[in-house]
């Protein structure tokens, strides 16, 4: 992806910005905005609430969840806690900001589950030789979640939770370069994490009743856990071997212990929730490099920044042309006008090379019978077609997330 991604100017990077800081060009913004756009939708439709928190806060609220002793090394700090009386950290997770979201009105049994979704950007202190293009960076945005429920639901929605992603890999069409892990603590490490080994065996032995039940086939991985709680990471290798965590699901029983979390019950007793920490897509310039790899550059249509480029086969046409785009915009559709004057053929080599996946030449029996002469990269040359047919066929695949287009 770092060469890929470079030549068709999806991202670069500068020195004098930094490492692990990637500059996203518009081609890159466009398809992690059209992906942005569609998960928030989709988890809107399974019943998450969105919200928006801060970038940073004070040292004290990652004390209370014990990010401060387990996690301090890895995120970036502000202020000396010797010398100033408020230290500040850039958040490398948005959970311990969605608690106080829940805990800002007192909740009964029956509001619960609580879905938070968040696209959140994050900030991680990551060693400069750990960092690779997009795959490893200090600051990402990621389709973060949680769900506060009550223990009764943690099955079904941690079930949810897995659907979710399962749905995601599918439309992006990875979903069989994935392999699934249970992540697990160490007992022979105990200082790294908090809670007791019963709660840790029990909600372990839960997630492996939950991935059997699913029939996903799955390894275990000792010492892999969060140190809150285990977890289901979905991991892709990339082009060299190395496998990347794309997408993470976590049982938590703890937390909510120390954020003072709770909810009323049918008794009228406060009880405690049990918590999933979740992710959808993952992170999207994670996301953004493994597509750039799965797919050499040649995205499907509907994630694509350019889908069709207008050829015209002379100055005389362009009116004509930018008519065809101008139909094309009404419809949703990203098209532009290639008003160069170059030889078609130049202009076919340059669409091919920038992976555009559909290409309509216009010329004097194009603007004489109002119609667009078409090629998509799988079916080449289509011929001659009225202008409404293209839209309808290019609009399906969009509409549809065709991974191939529609022939």
């Not at 806690?81 to 948005?94: I, N, S, Y």
């Not at 065996?201 to 009743?209: G, K, L, P, S, Y």
């Not at 797919?295 to 480029?309: I, K, M, N």
Request: hydrophobic residues 35%; charged residues 30%.
């Amino acid at each position: 992806h770092n060469k890929i991604g470079r030549e068709l100017e999806y991202f670069t990077t500068v020195d004098v910005i930094g490492q692990g800081l990637p500059l996203i060009m518009p081609k890159g913004t466009k398809v992690i905005q059209t992906m942005q756009r569609w998960i928030e939708d989709e988890e809107t439709r399974r019943g998450y609430m969105r919200t928006k928190t801060p970038l940073m806060a004070k040292s004290d609220l990652y004390k209370i969840s014990g990010h401060w002793d387990h996690y301090k090394d890895g995120m970036f700090v502000m202020g000396d806690e010797e010398k100033d009386k408020e230290v500040f950290a850039l958040r490398p997770m948005t959970c311990p900001f969605q608690y106080y979201v829940y805990k800002n009105s007192q909740k009964s049994y029956r509001d619960l589950p609580c879905r938070y979704g968040e696209t959140s950007t994050l900030f991680r202190n990551e060693d400069s030789g750990e960092m690779h293009g997009l795959t490893r960076v200090r600051q990402f945005t990621i389709s973060e979640g949680h769900l506060i429920v009550r223990p009764d639901q943690m099955v079904e929605e941690f079930k949810g939770c897995l659907a979710l992603a399962k749905h995601c890999l599918t439309t992006l069409g990875l979903q069989d370069d994935v392999t699934y892990h249970l992540s697990k603590w160490d007992p022979d490490n105990k200082e790294k994490y908090i809670g007791s080994a019963e709660v840790w065996d029990e909600t372990q032995q839960n997630i492996r009743n939950v991935l059997n039940e699913l029939g996903v086939k799955f390894v275990e991985d000792v010492g892999e856990a969060a140190f809150y709680g285990p977890k289901v990471d979905i991991n892709a290798k990339n082009v060299y071997g190395k496998e990347d965590t794309m997408i993470t699901v976590q049982w938590d029983a703890i937390l909510s212990e120390q954020y003072d979390m709770y909810y009323i019950d049918q008794n009228g007793q406060k009880v405690r929730p049990y918590i999933i920490h979740r992710t959808s897509v993952g992170c999207y310039e994670r996301t953004l490099a493994w597509l750039i790899e799965k797919y050499e550059g040649a995205f499907p249509t509907w994630l694509c920044p350019e889908q069709v480029r207008i050829l015209p086969v002379s100055d005389k046409y362009l009116d004509y042309a930018e008519k065809v785009k101008a139909e094309l915009k009404k419809e949703g559709v990203i098209a532009t006008v290639d008003s160069r004057t170059e030889k078609i053929g130049y202009k076919m080599r340059e669409v091919r090379v920038q992976k555009v996946p559909y290409a309509l030449i216009v010329g004097e029996k194009e603007v004489e019978s109002s119609t667009v002469s078409a090629w998509n990269r799988k079916a080449g040359d289509k011929g001659a077609m009225a202008l409404a047919d293209f839209i309808s066929e290019i609009t399906f695949d969009i509409k549809n997330k065709l991974i191939t287009p529609k022939q």
